[in-house]
């Protein structure tokens, strides 16, 4: 009765742990993508470039989807910067700042060449700290956008 009991308690267990695949789940069909340069609604210049770098860099990286130009892609990353704000962060026992923030608010949409949504996201936020002595808004921008670019890439690659 026992070997029974063991028996059905095994069979249950590895009912539970079925087939498991590591590849997105939204991808299917999808091996291939084009980004377009993103879209600025910001007063900040350049930071299109460096944003839509930053995602083809991280897509190269991330290696599930193979990145290529627009007319051989599977599907189509767009992306919009809607927000750029440097704000203070920190401050020392004077009042004076310590560190700043840049925060980031982009938008991104994945369609597949019939114009079929696969993933859109109307709001992500991230930011980069930077010291106020030492170092530039350009560096704490560098790791806001780095952060952004790695949410867009885990998001559109590993969304299971």
Same mark, same amino acid.
């Given at each position: 009765?026992?070997?029974?009991?063991?028996?059905?308690?095994?069979?249950?267990?590895?009912?539970?742990?079925?087939?498991?695949?590591?590849?997105g789940s939204g991808l299917s069909g999808i091996s291939s993508v084009a980004v377009p340069q993103f879209e600025n609604q910001t007063v900040?210049?350049?930071?299109?470039?460096?944003?839509?770098?930053?995602?083809?860099?991280?897509?190269?990286?991330?290696?599930t989807l193979k990145v290529v130009t627009l007319a051989d892609a599977d599907a189509v990353l767009r992306g919009e910067i809607k927000s750029?704000?440097?704000?203070?962060?920190?401050?020392?026992?004077? @009042?004076?700042?310590?560190? !700043?923030?840049?925060?980031?608010?982009? *938008?991104? $949409?994945?369609?597949?060449?019939?114009?079929?949504? =696969?993933?859109?996201? @109307?709001?992500?936020?991230? !930011?980069?700290?930077?010291?106020?002595? *030492?170092? $530039?808004?350009?560096?704490?921008?560098?790791?806001? =956008?780095?952060?952004?670019?790695?949410?867009?890439?885990?998001?559109?690659?590993?969304?299971?």
């Open positions: 009765m026992k070997r029974l009991a063991l028996i059905l308690i095994s069979l249950a267990l590895l009912a539970g742990c079925g087939v498991y695949s590591f590849s900040e210049y350049g930071i299109q470039e460096d944003l839509t770098a930053a995602v083809i860099d991280q897509l190269i990286a991330d290696n750029y704000e440097r704000v203070a962060y920190t401050y020392d026992k004077s @009042d004076n700042v310590q560190e !700043y923030k840049v925060n980031i608010t982009v *938008g991104f $949409t994945l369609e597949k060449k019939d114009g079929k949504v =696969v993933m859109s996201r @109307d709001r992500i936020l991230d !930011y980069g700290i930077y010291a106020a002595a *030492g170092e $530039t808004e350009n560096e704490g921008k560098t790791r806001a =956008v780095e952060k952004i670019a790695q949410q867009i890439v885990d998001e559109t690659t590993k969304s299971w």
